[in-house]
């Protein structure tokens, strides 16, 4: 059974930084592409990042470019998402997604595996 689990979430005041790590389970998706995605209460979830299997191409959302870096570990099974300058609407449930390719999470913002999530709350 696939399990994705997230951490690394918290309590953080604007301006501050955050790691989220998100470790696969039950399999290895070395050659899969890994995302991560956001959601707040009453809204559509939001793509923030996303990385093929090699690491060689990332792709972020215009609202956190120059200030996210999506990265992962094949052989640890784990993605992460560096989070500098936190802004207070950076507020969100952060969960993380597995896909067969990374075209399938741009083009329609869907993955095969998805994690609970981790919440992030940036306090102004």
């Known amino acids: 059974q696939v399990q994705l689990t997230e951490s690394g979430g918290g309590l953080v005041q604007a301006g501050d930084s955050l790691r989220l790590s998100c470790t696969a389970s039950?399999?290895?998706?070395?050659?899969?592409?890994m995302a991560w995605f956001r959601q707040v209460p009453g809204k559509e979830r939001e793509f923030v990042a996303a990385i093929n299997w090699s690491g060689t191409t990332t792709q972020y959302s215009d609202s956190v470019k120059g200030r996210f870096t999506i990265s992962r570990d094949n052989a640890k099974n784990t993605v992460y998402l560096q989070m500098n300058s936190l802004k207070p609407e950076d507020t969100a449930v952060y969960r993380c997604?597995?896909?067969?390719?990374?075209?399938?999470?741009?083009?329609?913002?869907?993955?095969?595996?998805w994690g609970q999530g981790t919440q992030v709350t940036v306090s102004s």
């Open positions: 997604a597995i896909a067969r390719t990374i075209t399938l999470i741009l083009t329609y913002n869907s993955a095969h595996y």
């Open positions: 039950g399999r290895t998706f070395s050659t899969y592409a």
